[in-house]
């Protein structure tokens, strides 16, 4: 027997449409949302202090939701998702109300909880930072966050438990496709070999798109048929862990030994020893065949004991950045903008602007690599002008704004200024990385 996984999203601003065709046309037996970056937390957490009405999960949870729920009503696909940011009881709770209004109100919805680490307790504990192995106090600034990465196990028990529905907050990514894949093919947390294919497998569907040609297409070296169109990944997995990797047919993008190979190397520091919180995934002995169109068979990845610590994401708030564009076109244009940032570094003078790093960066000509860009071959005809500051305080960084609105009238002939439509000032979180023993952890199940 196979089971069927499809991804659902792979970041808080996926695209919904290809988790929709999903679930209505990829068979599926679980369809798995993963939408936090490392940063997910701790943006949430300063979103919630400066705003009450933020309800503390993914922003995107209801359209997420009532574009799937028909579908997997219908068909009877579990949904098992991270989307509980920093409230996963929230969200849970939310979901049970969005499955009356789809005609499901027996579906039973599980939160897990227990990521969550005080600053207190991870100095009780005499956790060091990775980055530095200084004590967490040697953090700059004030820490807003620190969550530990679970496994799949509290997921598992929410499934065996009758959950339809699983939310969870901080969860490792592989986790959240390993779960399924450990309950009904009744896998024990100690089988390494077994858990280490399914996190592999894991791993590959995590990013979504990104393994069915999404972030690959490179024009004459990688050609993706209509990249427009990308299905999001679904994994056929059999019952040692092995899978193919395929797509809803039809759909755009392409999966094949390629885009497999990406993903599989994507953020994976040692491909001997990739840790995760359920098992050590070893690639080394991966076997990748192309099995049909859009077909690509994995296995043979091998796994290790699972480490007695878990990792601990620390978000700390490290300052503001200011930043703001504008425009030249025409002949001439480089000049113009040469001379833009000579009159802006002489105006943050005058107005003492305290800035920890600023950049003034002329977008298609030396914004990505600065110093090191080639000479253009000839005038560019436009140019963007990114001015950012990156500084201590929130008015120092609401300087930058201000001096490009002056740009308006008081700079260079030519001068495009778009109209202020978004915050131009954002905080700064800078991630730490910690480990703790994982009996310092309980993870709680709660229905709702």
């Not at 400066?50 to 696909?77: E, N, W």
């Not at 759909?251 to 840790?275: C, K, S, W």
């Not at 071959?377 to 500051?389: G, S």
């Not at 308006?408 to 778009?418: F, L, Q």
């Amino acid at each position: 027997m196979n089971l069927r996984i499809g991804a659902g999203a792979a970041w808080w601003g996926d695209r919904i449409s290809p988790a929709a065709l999903n679930a209505a046309e990829g068979n599926l037996d679980y369809l798995c949302f993963e939408t936090m970056a490392e940063a997910t937390v701790s943006a949430a957490q300063v979103r919630a202090r400066r705003d009450p009405s933020f309800q503390g999960y993914d922003t995107y949870f209801d359209d997420r939701m009532h574009a799937v729920l028909p579908a997997c009503i219908k068909r009877g696909t579990r949904i098992i998702s991270n989307q509980g940011w920093i409230n996963p009881i929230g969200a849970a709770t939310r979901a049970k109300a969005l499955l009356a209004e789809h005609g499901a109100p027996a579906w039973k919805v599980a939160a897990v909880t227990g990521s969550v680490i005080s600053l207190e307790r991870l100095h009780e504990l005499g956790a060091t930072l990775m980055e530095t192995g200084g004590p967490i106090g040697s953090i700059p600034g004030e820490i807003v966050s620190a969550e530990a990465y679970l496994g799949a196990e509290p997921i598992v028990e929410a499934l065996k438990a009758g959950a339809h529905i699983v939310i969870t907050g901080r969860v490792a990514d592989p986790s959240i496709f390993l779960a399924p894949m450990m309950h009904d093919f009744c896998w024990s947390a100690s089988d390494a070999a077994r858990l280490g294919q399914g996190s592999g497998i894991g791993h590959l569907m995590e990013c979504g798109a990104q393994v069915t040609g999404g972030y690959f297409a490179d024009p004459g070296y990688k050609d993706v048929p209509e990249p427009w169109n990308l299905g999001f990944p679904i994994a056929e997995v059999e019952a040692d862990g092995s899978a193919v990797i395929t797509k809803v047919a039809g759909t755009g993008g392409a999966v094949n030994r390629q885009t497999i190979l990406e993903q599989m190397f994507y953020e994976v520091h040692d491909p001997a020893n990739y840790i995760t919180p359920d098992v050590v995934v070893d690639f080394t002995s991966a076997i990748i065949e192309e099995s049909g169109l859009n077909r690509v068979r994995v296995s043979g990845i091998g796994g290790k004991r699972r480490t007695d610590t878990l990792k601990v994401s620390i978000g700390a708030q490290e300052g503001f950045i200011g930043e703001d564009m504008f425009f030249y076109a025409g002949p001439g244009a480089l000049e113009r903008a040469k001379l833009a940032e000579t009159i802006l570094r002489e105006r943050f003078k005058i107005i003492n602007l305290k800035a920890e790093d600023l950049r003034i960066d002329f977008l298609g000509v030396n914004a990505i690599h600065g110093a090191l860009s080639p000479a253009p071959i000839a005038p560019p005809y436009e140019v963007a002008v990114r001015v950012a500051a990156r500084t201590k305080t929130r008015a120092d960084a609401e300087k930058i704004g201000r001096e490009v609105d002056a740009m308006a009238v008081s700079g260079v002939g030519h001068t495009g200024k778009r109209v202020p439509h978004a915050d131009r000032v954002r905080e700064v979180i800078g991630i730490w990385s910690a480990l703790v023993p994982r009996s310092a952890l309980t993870p709680q199940i709660r229905f709702v």
